[in-house]
Structures are given as structure tokens and as C-alpha cells.
T-cell receptor, first 110, second 111 residues
Framework: AQSVTQLDSQVPVFEEAPVELRCNYSSSVSVYLFWYVQYPNQGLQLLLKYLSGSTLVKGINGFEAEFNKSQTSFHLRKPSVHISDTAEYFCASYTDKLIFGTGTRLQVFP | DTGVSQDPRHKITKRGQNVTFRCDPISEHNRLYWYRQTLGQGPEFLTYFQNEAQLEKSRLLSDRFSAERPKGSFSTLEIQRTEQGDSAMYLC?????????FGPGTRLTVL
């Protein structure tokens, strides 16, 4: 069965600092991987996705992620965060449905 | 294209009452998904449709829950005899391929 683990429930960081949100997945078959962002009282917005090809994936708002098959990881990174990046971030894997991690709350301080 | 819409956005009900939520997917999307998200957790899969056929139901979906997609367009999710544990955000998503597009959700509060 597939599963997704987000290792950090909260990540505090100062504005303009780099950030990495960690995600590990497990699956017995090939998976597609996603990162979503959720602002308060809103639905989920897709940041980026890995389907195949290049292991470095670039998404919206300056985010990128690297697919590492040997470490079964798909960590999300941003070189310089803004206050507006404060939100909940979810990693998810897909076979015929999305399986989400428990989320990481990114809190950006001025 | 107006995206995925859900109605109502908020619902407060008393324990034991029935509630029904509606989801309108992106028009050309053939797959429609329902997820439930409780506070501090990621969304959990409930069920999905391909056109009008309900292809999979999670074990989370008790007998009190029923979902329909009668003409392969909009979908409804009904909860009968609501319980306080049903309080959550109910998210709908639609897709044509792998990528799913989410609606804003319906927040249910059961008193």
C-alpha cells in the first residue's frame, strides 16, 4: 500500500531565508508525486508535480522539488521565502487516488 | 472555465440531522473525487467516480454516507444521522488525467 510521510509538522523560518519541506513516500509501484499548498479556509492549490522525466521539478511561486527514487523522497525547496508563503503544505502520491501526508505548516516571520 | 465549485461552503447542523453537499466539477473532467479533511490532518480519500460509475469507496465511508453522480456531471455527498465526528472539511476534486483540481471545500460543523 502506498503512504506518504511528512517529517516536520511545523517549519518556522525568517523571511528571505531558504526552506526545505521534507516528504518521503512508499509504494510498491511507480507513483506520481505532488505538492499542494492550502491557505486558511481554502481548497488545495497545486504547486508542482512529478510524473516522469527530469527529477528536478519546478513549480509556481519559486518552489521546486527533487524526486529521489533511491531515498524515496520528494523534498520541496525554495531559496528565499516570503511572508505570503505562510500556509499548510501537503505532499501526495497518486496511483488511482491521492494519498496525502499529514502536512507541514510553514510559518514565515519578518 | 470556472473551476470546481462546491455548495454550500459552510454547514452547521445538529447531531442526527441529514446533510447533502454538492460538487460541480470542471465540465470536461470525467473523474470526480471526494476527500475529507479533519483539523490538523491531510485530506483522506472517500470515494471517486468515473463518469457516473462509482469505482471505489474508502473504508472511511460508513453506511451513513452515500455519494452519487447521476449524469456524470455534478455529484452529491449525503451524510445521514450526522455525528460530531463527521465535523470536517469535505473536499471535491475533478480530473481528466492524473492532475486533480480541487474545489474550495464545504466545512461541516455538527453540534
Amino acid at each position: 500500500a502506498q503512504s506518504v510521510t511528512q517529517l516536520d509538522s511545523q517549519v518556522p523560518v525568517f523571511e528571505e531565508a531558504p526552506v526545505e519541506l521534507r516528504c518521503n513516500y512508499s509504494s510498491s509501484v511507480s507513483v506520481y508525486l505532488f505538492w499542494y499548498v492550502q491557505y486558511p479556509n481554502q481548497g488545495l492549490q497545486l504547486l508542482l508535480k512529478y510524473l516522469s522525466g527530469s527529477t528536478l521539478v519546478k513549480g509556481i511561486n519559486g518552489f521546486e522539488a527533487e524526486f529521489n527514487k533511491s531515498q524515496t523522497s520528494f523534498h520541496l525547496r525554495k531559496p528565499s521565502v516570503h511572508i505570503s508563503d505562510t500556509a499548510e503544505y501537503f505532499c501526495a502520491s497518486y496511483t488511482d487516488k491521492l494519498i496525502f501526508g499529514t502536512g507541514t505548516r510553514l510559518q514565515v516571520f519578518p | 472555465d470556472t473551476g470546481v465549485s462546491q455548495d454550500p461552503r459552510h454547514k452547521i447542523t445538529k447531531r442526527g440531522q441529514n446533510v447533502t453537499f454538492r460538487c460541480d466539477p470542471i465540465s470536461e473532467h470525467n473523474r470526480l473525487y471526494w476527500y475529507r479533511q479533519t483539523l490538523g490532518q491531510g485530506p483522506e480519500f472517500l470515494t471517486y467516480f468515473q463518469n457516473e460509475a462509482q469505482l471505489e469507496k474508502s473504508r472511511l465511508l460508513s453506511d451513513r454516507f452515500s455519494a452519487e453522480r447521476p449524469k456524470g456531471s455534478f455529484s452529491t455527498l449525503e451524510i445521514q444521522r450526522t455525528e460530531q465526528g463527521d465535523s470536517a472539511m469535505y473536499l471535491c476534486a475533478s480530473s481528466l488525467g492524473v492532475e486533480q483540481f480541487f474545489g474550495p471545500g464545504t466545512r461541516l460543523t455538527v453540534l
